[in-house]
């Protein structure tokens, strides 16, 4: 028995050498075919892929096969080229999840293989590919019909009593059980752009249950290009492998969306209501705690993270981010605005993007104003801090905390500040408008600080600290700022820089049989009684799918 333990102990490492050494092999061809400036290079480095298949012959992957492929063609040894293009096309996925069919009808196909083209056996492989690829979407859409499928269609509408509406909305639950665990669901940006977002149910989804859900917004947007599909390879694995490990062990469903330097999370605005907007969708079609909802990013996806916790957080519960860079860069920073909801940043000392000192001082300010703010520093990574094993510690704090937290529905205090009327809304705030022509109150401050070191790599490749002068936030336009509270049916709210609002009701914050009263800077505005307003409530449950928040009327206040 010790004899066979040993043997396929042996085996197993002989595999795993084989794997890391054809790895190598590749890695080294590549970087030849990188450097390659010439005819002599590109023969180089396809012998060197030649040599790892050679010799790896089991650990031949697509990448390999891919790259082979290219070389070949530039080289115009046309039977090689079609002898690594014919298995990479067949491929249903690739190591790196990518399909087969799209090495062939890709957006750089016929420039990569140029001198192909003419060649009968591109064509045979461009007609299959055409057929494998209609196949693909053709599955994608049954598959995203079924996603949508619901139970039962309650027509809402067809009730007419107020008090019975507002209970079928609270109870609503048309869903039913899930073919699969993973969808790719394509999203329609507008008239000439689509994206898709990427969606990852627990085990065992059942329709009765209502689930927490976490947003990933991914980095590096600026270099990015919307993709109208994603696939579990893209997602589930590589840097994200902590959040499916501890999404799977405490039932969060996982969204994964798809941004692009036009159209994100961050700057410039086009993009910013795909998040609010693929959540109401998702809700259409499966069970989610409306009071349960969060975000989490890196880098990019970071900063977009916390730009919806100081714009537009109502729907969410908490907010996170792996090397974050606090700032709102389509507007004005209002960090006071955290005081509504919290963040979790995990931050390094070695990043480029956001500076160890700038955190520290962010830091302070969060807890100069109280804030549910708190960062982990962890010492020794740089900026790309989820590749590495030793980030999982922070993916256990953030579901730790995911698993605890829940949003406040009805929060008794509120403190608002925009510069945007887009984002003029605030869990029962709403349609606030701006008055910028006349002065602001004595309590409406600007929150600042200064940043005068910034690390930079040189052209060695080495973390350098820089001198530089500037603040962490911009504030581009003149804001408002309106802060409220509530108890026993009495409203008392300040604005500074606004000139009307309204008040969302519900009868879990306010007691319909008595009047409400709202006092403005003071002054006594409204004194009456707020009756159920049932289009109002169909309006409101249509536009964000809330079962929580159900707001049966408001009060409209000018000041």
Not at 187 to 216: Q, R
Not at 315 to 341: H, L, M, S, W
Not at 441 to 465: M, P, Q, R
Not at 520 to 541: A, D, H, P
């Amino acid at each position: 028995m010790r004899y066979w333990i040993t043997f396929i102990s042996i085996l197993f490492c002989v595999a795993v050498n084989a794997q890391e050494n054809y790895s190598e092999l590749a890695r080294k061809a590549l970087e030849t075919m990188r450097k390659a400036k010439d005819e002599s290079g590109y023969k180089k480095a396809l012998e060197m892929y030649e040599e790892a298949f050679r010799i790896y012959p089991d650990s031949i992957d697509g990448t390999g096969l891919y790259k082979a492929s290219v070389l070949a063609s530039e080289l115009k040894y046309y039977d090689k080229a079609f002898q690594y293009l014919t298995p990479l096309a067949a491929m249903k996925t690739d190591e790196d999840g990518y399909l087969g069919w799209s090495y062939i009808v890709g957006n750089s196909s016929e420039s990569e293989y140029k001198n192909l083209l003419n060649d009968p056996r591109w064509n045979a492989l461009k007609i299959k590919a055409k057929k494998d690829k209609e196949q693909f979407y053709n599955e994608l859409k049954e598959q995203e019909e079924e996603f949508y499928s619901i139970a039962t269609n309650n027509n809402l509408n067809n009730i007419e009593d107020e008090n019975a509406l507002y209970e079928k909305i609270k109870n609503h639950n048309p869903y039913k059980l899930k073919k699969n665990r993973d969808y790719s669901i394509l999203f329609k940006v507008n008239d000439s752009a689509k994206t898709s977002f990427f969606i990852h149910l627990p085990k065992d989804y059942n329709p009765e249950k209502k689930y927490s859900l976490l947003f990933f917004l991914h980095g590096a947007v600026r270099g990015s290009v919307l993709s109208d599909y994603q696939l579990a390879d893209w997602n589930l694995g590589g840097w994200n492998r902590f959040y499916t490990k501890y999404a799977e062990q405490n039932d969060v469903i996982l969204v994964f969306t798809d941004g692009s330097r036009q159209y994100n999370w961050m700057s410039p605005d086009d993009g910013f209501f795909m998040i609010p907007e693929i959540l109401k969708l998702i809700k259409n079609a499966i069970n989610i705690d409306d009071n349960k909802v969060f975000i989490s990013g890196h880098s990019n996806g970071a900063t977009g993270s916390f730009s919806y916790l100081m714009k537009q957080p109502t729907q969410f519960a908490g907010f996170y981010g792996f090397n974050t860079y606090p700032k709102v860069f389509t507007g004005g920073t209002f960090v006071e605005n955290i005081k509504n909801r919290s963040f979790i940043n995990f931050s390094t000392d070695k990043d480029y993007y956001y500076p160890p000192n700038a955190n520290d001082d962010f830091t302070k300010l969060m807890n100069g104003i109280n804030a549910d703010y708190k960062e982990y520093r962890y010492n020794g990574f740089p900026h790309w801090f989820p590749q590495f094993d030793e980030s999982e510690p922070a993916y256990k704090i953030l579901f730790d905390d995911l698993t605890k937290r829940k949003r406040n529905p009805f929060p008794m205090e509120i403190s608002w500040e925009f510069d945007d009327e887009k984002y003029g809304n605030i869990d029962w705030l709403s349609d606030i408008k701006l008055d910028t022509l006349t002065p602001k109150a004595n309590w409406h401050k600007e929150l600042n600080f200064e940043i005068t070191k910034w690390l930079e790599y040189d052209k060695k490749d080495s973390l350098i600290v820089q001198e530089v002068d500037k603040n962490a936030f911009a504030f581009p336009r003149k804001s408002g700022k309106i802060k409220v509270e509530y108890s026993d049916n009495i409203f008392r709210i300040e604005t500074s820089d606004i000139q009307s609002f309204s008040i969302n009701i519900s009868p879990e914050m306010v007691n319909l049989k008595k009047k409400a009263k709202v006092y403005i800077n003071g002054k006594l505005y409204f004194n009456e009684k707020v009756k159920y307003n049932r289009e109002f409530m169909l309006q409101n449950f249509e536009n964000n799918k809330d079962r929580e928040q159900i707001w049966v009327n408001r009060i409209k206040l000018k000041i």
